[in-house]
């Protein structure tokens, strides 16, 4: 485990595991934190597999045991397989997922690692596979997710493995 | 403009996706009027995050006003006599936040709940993530600074 937890909700009522956890003790944000998750998956142009891909590879890299764990029901219902999402490893670019989830692995990986370094060889490939919209699209979603799994590990707390769960979008 | 919009800033960049724009803003704004973490916290901790990631849009931009010299000295905020010490417990943590987030210690975070308890802790946390996603992107999108007046390079060195 990674520490203690660091910050607990005294008052957990909701049945809801989000508002439930340590976020509900900050109300006046937690309402537009959930807002723009919902958004994020449901109003822009890349669908859910799509949107699954990047939060996964968010999620391996920043090493967020709830986030790695988590498979979201609308992803799946998209068509992300398991096979696919253990094809979401270092080596991606040998494996056998597409272009564009190749791509969208290569992007999170840029943001995690080095975003002020990104090559005009990677911006064309991305431009060629990609509208404009749905790369600030797949931008806002990377950057949510790893605000997100970066909020659950500096809580503290985290078990050192978790199974696999299927959840739906928190309301 | 940038690579991938028309946009040259942060928010024209969004106003491509309408419904996530208006819902990232509330979220921003919502930062910045909370009771649990002051703003002006808030904002040293933005700017420090902005000097670690070398991002001059984002040292340029100001979304609560400090006073000058404490950005000047923002570099050396666990000496200089213009941070506080609820700055500095809030400033240590983001630091380690900054270059790795696997390494915060119960001890950084009880620095910062000895001052603004557990909701002030949560605060920080869910803030800096938003920081710190933003200046990504800001670099990642290859967002243009103004000019860049020297003192800006000198406080990104």
Known sequence: ?171 | MSWLSNGDDRESTLSVLPDIAENFTALYHSLWVQPHLPAEILEVCRLRLAQLHRSAVEWQRRDCAIPTAKSEHLARWDTHSDFSDAERACLAFTEVYAMDTQALTDELAAGVKGHFGDAGLVMLVEALGIFDGMTRLSLLWQLPADSIHPAVGEALR
């Open chain 1, 1 to 171: 485990m990674t520490g203690s937890l660091r910050a607990t909700n005294p008052n957990p009522s909701s049945g809801n595991m989000i508002r439930d956890s340590a976020l509900g003790l900050v109300p006046e944000t937690l309402d537009h934190y959930m807002g723009l998750n919902r958004k994020i998956w449901e109003s822009g142009l890349l669908g859910p597999a799509a949107i699954e891909i990047a939060r996964l590879r968010n999620a391996r890299k920043v090493n967020c045991v709830f986030c790695k764990s988590v498979r979201y029901d609308i992803a799946r219902a998209d068509g992300l397989s398991e096979d696919k999402v253990a094809m979401i490893q270092d080596d991606f670019r040998d494996s056998a997922l597409s272009q564009r989830e190749k791509l969208i692995l290569a992007f999170t990986d840029q943001f995690l690692n080095d975003p002020g370094g990104l090559t005009d060889a990677l911006k064309a490939e991305l431009l060629a596979q990609f509208s404009q919209t749905e790369l600030v699209h797949l931008s806002m979603a990377v950057a949510h997710f790893s605000g997100f799994s970066r909020c659950a590990v500096s809580l503290g707390g985290m078990p050192d493995s978790l199974p696999v769960m299927e959840i739906s979008l928190p309301s």
